[in-house]
Every structure is written in structure tokens, then in C-alpha cells.
């Protein structure tokens, strides 16, 4: 620390995810949050309440400033932030790009505390990405900030294995703990100016873009496997589906099955075809072999299990999912 001085922090999130690190600052004696930039209040649920988001809950019941700029590029959202006089701006899932005069501002730099294992999947979606793309082990990476999209060079990483039964919420929990360790174990090189940044290879990089709606829809020629974590990269948020009785048909949660196993099936049914159906679950045909589908949920209805939906419902074996896409 300069002359005994806490360092003055900005922190920059919005989401669940950046809670724990927004928490880690508040905790360490080194540090003084002296504000916090999230997204403007969104209408949530089905009654469209203005809802605040998560980081902003967590500033308000600590006492700190909080600032919701609609445009952060805005002059007079520039000259707001500018006033604070930051040490050090740390971002996580702040959801704006941040301009040229902001990542100038602090004399420590800007950081941000990214949900990959940098260059590979910079965007603003890694962690939906890992699982839908089945990748055995992910990570977080502090970067100072750049004006590229997450191009800036690495302070550290921590590497987080993906199970073979995690799904996003999961593996998003066991992200935004892991981030908030990593940031605590990177402050003291920060604050010291130590910090031996590296660059990125830009010739590794991927990207993980923000899922779209074509995203969740269920193709059913795919493999199993891929199938299998589309669903998991998928749940709690936004959620696969497929279509049934021309309405969609949530799938929230799947297991690969094998064709093998069944003796009095049509062996030729095309991809997307209901081929049995009990306690287990709904089996529907893929392009290599089976999805059990696990948990549904139908047009208008609550997610269930696939038991007790096979047993209140009208689908049939020889049911054909997704012929009408709305």
C-alpha cells in the first residue's frame, strides 16, 4: 500500500457470479470499495417486477455507492466515474464494454476476472460454451482489460475441472468461488506493481458468443453426447428445447442411452422419434443412438420429472419431437 492508504476500488458487475468477488474486496483490509457500476434494474419474471441485480442487492446491504449508467460511454457517466479517483477498476460479468478514457482512468489499471482459461473462449458465454462444446476442465483468468473483446494480458488462472454431471448453474457456482480466490491471491502483486502480465497468443483464441435462440433449440440428428450437454450447457438458463404438438418442449435434464439395450425397437427411426417410453424417462432416437430425456417441461406447464410426465401425458412412442419450431 502507497503511505499506509487502502487502495481505492471501483468494482464493475452485475450478475450472481460477480458477487463473490464484489464480497472478497469488501473483506480484505487492503481495500476501499469505493463504489459499485452494474446494470440498470430489469423487469424479472413473469409479472415483470424492476428487479435489481444481484450485485447491486449485495452493495446495498454493505453501504456502498452504487451506479447504474444505461450507456457507460456517456459523457456524463464518464465524468461520474472519473470524479471517484480509482486506484483500480475490477470487473466481473459487468456486461458493458468499457471505453478508452475509463481503462485509462485508474493508476493501477483496470482487471477483470474472466470465466475461461484464456485466449480460449473469450466472449460472454464461456461458461455455457465448456459444457455445450464438453470440455473436461475450464477456469478463470484476471486479465488487465484492453479495448479488444477479453484480449488483454493475463495475470493469472486458476483451472476448475468440468464433471461429467455438472451443468452451468454448477459449474458457474464452483467458477465465481474460484474467481474470488484467485482475485484475493492476485491483489497483493497488484497493489505491489509486481505483476509479470502475460500476453495472449491471439492465434488460440476462441470465442464464446452470448446464446441465441438457435442455440437451445434441439436438433435431433446431432450425437447423444452432444445432445446430452447441450442440455446440461444449457440448464438453469436459458434451457433446451424441442418441439411437441407444435408447442415447445423444455428439456432440462437428459442421460445418453444405448441403442443396444432394446430389442423390439425400430432400430430405422429417425432422429428426433419417441422409441419408448417409462419410469426412466422419455428415449427419443438421436443421430447416433439415445437421449433419455430425464425432466421436461411442456408448453404452459411446470418442469416435472419425465416419470410423472409419462404418466399424466398423451405422447406416444412413435412421436416424432421437433417437426414445428415457434
Known amino acids: 500500500m502507497v503511505n ?14 460477480s458477487v463473490a468477488s464484489l464480497e472478497t474486496l469488501l473483506t480484505d483490509a487492503r481495500i476501499e470499495v469505493i463504489g459499485v457500476v452494474t446494470q440498470p434494474d430489469r423487469p424479472k419474471g413473469r409479472k415483470m417486477v424492476l428487479t435489481p441485480p444481484p450485485v447491486k442487492a449485495a452493495a446495498v446491504a454493505h453501504g456502498i455507492p452504487v451506479y447504474q449508467p444505461d450507456k457507460l460511454r456517456a459523457a456524463e457517466s464518464v465524468e461520474q466515474l ?10 466481473a460479468a459487468y456486461g458493458q464494454i468499457l471505453p478508452l478514457s475509463i481503462l485509462e482512468l485508474p493508476r493501477l489499471g483496470c482487471i477483470n476476472v474472466h470465466a475461461s482459461l484464456l485466449p480460449e473462449y473469450r466472449g460472454g458465454a ?17 486479465m488487465y482489460m484492453a479495448e479488444g473483446l477479453d484480449t488483454g494480458d493475463m495475470i493469472s488462472k486458476v483451472v476448475v475441472p468440468i464433471t461429467a454431471t455438472d451443468n452451468t448453474g454448477t ?3 464452483k467458477l465465481s468461488v474460484a474467481g ?13 506493481g509486481t505483476v509479470q502480465a502475460i500476453p495472449q497468443d491471439n492465434d488460440l483464441a476462441t470465442y464464446a458468443p452470448n446464446i441465441s435462440r438457435s442455440d437451445e433449440r434441439i436438433d435431433w440428428s446431432k450425437s447423444s453426447e452432444a445432445l446430452y450437454n447441450q442440455v446440461r450447457g444449457l ?35 429417425l432422429p428426433g422419434t419417441v422409441v ?19 425432466e421436461v417441461q411442456p408448453a404452459g406447464k411446470k418442469r416435472m420429472a419425465a416419470s410423472e410426465f409419462v404418466r399424466g401425458n398423451t405422447m406416444r412412442t412413435g412421436t416424432v419431437l421437433g417437426g414445428v419450431h415457434v
Do not use: C
Open 276 to 294: 419408448a417410453m417409462d419410469a426412466s424417462g422419455v428415449h427419443v432416437r438421436t443421430g447416433n443412438g439415445l437421449l433419455i430425456l430425464t
Open 4 to 17: 499506509n492508504q487502502r487502495i481505492r476500488v471501483l468494482f464493475m458487475g452485475t450478475p450472481d457470479f
Open 82 to 91: 472519473v470524479a471517484l479517483q480509482p486506484d483500480l477498476i475490477v470487473t
Open 126 to 142: 464461456p461458461i455455457h460454451r465448456s459444457i455445450i462444446d464438453g470440455k473436461l476442465e475450464t477456469g478463470v483468468t484476471i
Open 180 to 192: 474470488a480466490t484467485l482475485l484475493h491471491e492476485t491483489l497483493a502483486s497488484l497493489i505491489s
Open 171 to 173: 459449474l458457474h457456482d
Open 235 to 269: 440448464n438453469p438458463w436459458p434451457v433446451a428445447f424441442t418441439t411437441w404438438q407444435d408447442a415447445n418442449f423444455k428439456v432440462w435434464e437428459a442421460q445418453v442411452g444405448s441403442i443396444s439395450e432394446y430389442s423390439n425397437i425400430d432400430q430405422d427411426a
